[in-house]
Nanobody, 123 residues
Framework: QLQLVESGGGLVQPGGSLRLSCAASGFTLDYYSVGWFRQAPGQERVGISCISSGDGSTYYIGSVKDRFTISRDNTKNSVYLQMNSLIPADTAIYYC????????????????WGQGTQVTVSS
C-alpha cells in the first residue's frame, strides 16, 4: 500500500519546538517533491512548505518562513518539518503529501491525504 504517514505532533507551549516526520511506505520518496499542509479548526487546508525532488529546493509561506525548516532524508524515505518559535496560530492538523513544488510558486495540489498529526500550541 502506498502511503505517507505523519507523526511528531503534540502539545507545546508558545515559543517551543516540534519536529514533524513524514514517512513513505510502499514507494521510494526520492523521486517525489513533498509538501506540508495544515488545517486549523474551521479553516481550509493550506500548503505551508515544500521540498522538491532532485535539487531539494524549498518553499515556505510567509507566516512560517524563518521559523520552520523542511528537509528530507532519502536514506530514511522521509521528509521532516522542524518547527521553532511556535505560536498559537500554528495550531492545526498537519499533513504531508507528494505534490509539485516550486520555490517561486509554492505547492501543487492533491486529493490524497493521510490522517495528519495534531499540533497544539497553548500555554
Amino acid at each position: 500500500q502506498l502511503q505517507l504517514v505523519e507523526s511528531g505532533g503534540g502539545l507545546v507551549q508558545p515559543g517551543g519546538s516540534l519536529r514533524l516526520s513524514c514517512a513513505a511506505s510502499g514507494f521510494t520518496l526520492d523521486y517525489y517533491s513533498v509538501g506540508w499542509f495544515r488545517q486549523a479548526p474551521g479553516q481550509e487546508r493550506v500548503g505551508i512548505s515544500c521540498i522538491s525532488s532532485g535539487d531539494g529546493s524549498t518553499y515556505y509561506i510567509g507566516s512560517v518562513k524563518d521559523r520552520f525548516t523542511i528537509s528530507r532524508d532519502n536514506t530514511k524515505n522521509s521528509v521532516y518539518l522542524q518547527m521553532n518559535s511556535l505560536i498559537p496560530a500554528d495550531t492545526a492538523i498537519y499533513y504531508c503529501a507528494a505534490v509539485g513544488c516550486s520555490p517561486d510558486y509554492g505547492l501543487g495540489s492533491t486529493d490524497f491525504w493521510g490522517q495528519g498529526t495534531q499540533v497544539t500550541v497553548s500555554s
